[in-house]
């Protein structure tokens, strides 16, 4: 029997989490203040672009089970579960800002007409959950026992529907036994199934999802490091990455170097750990995330000065052809964009940057977006991979007249160097032996 359950905030997370339960068979009314986002949604129109999410959107609406609103008015007689999964941006010195979050608790508290469970699913800094229970106790009229709990989410853009329907292990905080079980009935079928269930208290389950983040940005920022060491001593980055991936204990993944890691999720939630951190007197912890923020930025400003390497010393009057905005291939999102951040600096120092990407759309201003592959090539001095999507690697480099030269930076180390050298290309790799040619 399926649960009555309200997903309060349906953006990104929200959205996918909410189709996610309908999927399994519960009642679920998705809520949010954006009237304009609950009506396209309402029609099955998804708010972001998801593999699948939009087919799966519509199917739910179909079946009865999901559906979304504006009014609070609906859910708190209605749901025995209220999911939270509102933004928690960055403010402005780097900590988390969880007004949202306080905004959703100061509207459903009060109004809650029955005992029910408030599940957090947002990205909050280590503290928070208990924090919000105490404002739930306070707020909560008699009569309406309002629990919390934590329950983060692990979902990558791109892949976030796969993520949420099969995760790789469900990961909760709850402070009693009423709590785990109704978590367990909300999850019974990916259970079923055999995902594991990883059940602590609420600070343990806050500080696992920051942690994540923290440790692949950890393993990004690492490899990056060795690969201006490998740079510097004629090593071959992606020859030490394999090699490192070989061990289980390291593995090989999130060891691609490049330009770095962007997007709305690993560069904020890090920040905040950091901030974090210093508050709750782990300043070990914070300096270890600052230099995986440090390389992080030192990356993209020494893939920026190897492109203008490439471009003989000097950008104005030159032309570069960037491939690739989003901020990594899959995406249409372009936020905290290692590509775009290199492409705007080559902007900044002089040069004529377009920009092609198969989805996303580059409103930076410096930069001019074209809708064709052709088009960003026509008469470039230098051509620029900054964002991996498949269809790159699949180009034909023997095909492409439109270059002036044939000079490619390949700051993501994915295109097939012997293949572009046959057509004619110089190729430069940042970490792998260069070529003889720019920067020798
Ligand atoms: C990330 C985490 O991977 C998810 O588990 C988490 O749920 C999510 O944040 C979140 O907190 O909501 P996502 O932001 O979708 O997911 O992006 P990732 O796939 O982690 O990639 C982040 C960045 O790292 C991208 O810019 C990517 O190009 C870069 N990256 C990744 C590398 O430069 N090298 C690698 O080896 C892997």
Not at 55 to 67: I, P, T
Not at 70 to 92: E, K, L, M, Q, R
Request: charged content about 20%; some cysteine.
């Amino acid at each position: 029997m399926g649960l009555r359950i309200a997903v309060i905030g349906v953006s990104y997370l929200g959205a996918v989490h909410a189709v996610g339960l309908a999927t399994w068979g519960h009642q679920v009314i998705g809520l949010d203040i954006d009237q304009a986002k609950v009506d396209s949604l309402n029609k099955g129109r998804a708010p972001i672009a998801e593999p699948g999410l939009e087919l799966a959107l519509r199917r739910q609406l179909d079946s009865g089970r999901l559906r979304f609103t504006t009014d609070y008015a609906d859910i708190t007689d209605f749901a025995d579960v209220h999911f939270i999964a509102v933004g928690t941006p960055a403010a402005a010195d780097g900590s988390a800002d969880l007004s949202q979050v306080q905004a959703v608790v100061d509207r459903l508290a009060p109004a809650l007409r029955r005992s029910c469970l408030i599940v957090g699913k947002s990205t909050v800094p280590v503290g928070s959950a208990a924090e919000l229970q105490r404002r739930v106790t306070q707020l909560a009229p008699v009569g309406a026992m309002a629990e919390v709990a934590w329950n983060p989410e692990f979902l990558r853009e791109g892949q976030a529907l796969a993520d949420t329907l099969a995760p790789d292990r469900l990961v909760w905080g709850v402070a009693s036994e009423t709590a785990s079980a109704r978590l367990r009935q909300v999850y019974a079928r990916p259970i079923a199934d055999g995902v594991p269930v990883i059940e602590t208290d609420l600070a343990t389950a806050e500080i696992v999802k920051v942690a994540a983040n923290a440790f692949l940005a950890t393993k990004i920022s690492f490899i990056n490091a060795l690969s201006q060491l490998c740079q510097a001593t004629g090593a071959d980055v992606v020859k030490v990455a394999n090699a490192l991936g070989r061990d289980p204990r390291i593995g090989r993944a999130f060891l691609d170097a490049g330009p770095g890691f962007g997007g709305g999720c690993l560069p904020k939630d890090i920040a905040a750990l950091a901030k974090r951190a210093d508050q709750l007197g782990a300043p070990r912890l914070a300096e270890l995330v600052r230099s995986v923020q440090a390389i992080n930025q030192s990356q993209r400003d020494w893939i920026g000065q190897l492109a203008l390497v490439c471009l003989g010393g000097s950008a104005p009057g030159k032309k570069v052809a960037v491939l690739g905005a989003s901020f990594k291939p899959g995406t249409d999102d372009t936020r905290d964009s290692p590509a775009l951040a290199v492409a705007t600096s080559l902007a900044e120092s002089g040069a004529e940057v377009r920009v092609y990407d198969p989805a996303a759309r580059v409103d930076r201003s410096g930069l001019t977006q074209t809708d064709t592959l052709e088009q960003a090539l026509l008469d470039a001095d230098l051509v620029c991979h900054l964002t991996d999507w498949p269809v790159f690697a699949q180009l034909d480099p023997a095909r492409l007249t439109g270059p002036r030269n044939k000079i490619l930076l390949d700051a993501r180390l994915k295109l097939d160097r012997p293949t572009w050298e046959e057509a004619g290309w110089t190729v430069i790799q940042p970490g792998r032996p260069w070529p003889t040619g720019p920067g020798r």
